[in-house]
């Protein structure tokens, strides 16, 4: 059974940093596309950040809105992704999901197969 298990999230000022981590149980980790979604109840799933696998020509994606404050990465050998989060803003609160993909870096939520269970980010001003 495939089981992505976020952490990290919680309450910092606005100005603040927040690592999230997800760990992957249960699938080959190196061969997945990585994802962190982001909701909030009054708007769609986004995109924030994405990290492919290995070897592929479009190794990162970030959103407009997070480019040069979050850096995504992963640890292969810890089946462990994480989003280094700094110089967060107030709408950058929502609940933060992990998704994988067996297959490039798509932008689209659907096409994501496994989704953990989210962790809530509160940024406050």
């Known amino acids: 059974q495939v089981q992505l298990i976020e952490s990290g999230g919680g309450l910092v000022q606005a100005g603040g940093s927040l690592t999230l981590s997800c760990t992957a149980v249960g699938l080959s980790f190196e061969w997945y596309t990585m994802a962190w979604f982001r909701q909030d109840p009054e708007k769609e799933r986004e995109l924030v950040a994405a990290?492919?696998?290995?070897?592929?020509?479009?190794?990162?994606y970030y959103a407009d809105s997070v480019k040069s404050r979050f850096t995504i990465s992963r640890t292969n050998s810890e089946n462990t992704m994480y989003l280094q989060m700094n110089s967060l803003k107030p709408e950058d609160t929502a609940v933060y999901y992990c998704a994988a993909r067996f297959a490039p870096i798509s932008t689209t939520a659907d096409e994501y197969i496994y989704w953990g269970q989210g962790t809530q980010v509160t940024i406050s001003s």
């Open positions: 990290i492919g696998r290995n070897g592929e020509s479009r190794g990162t």
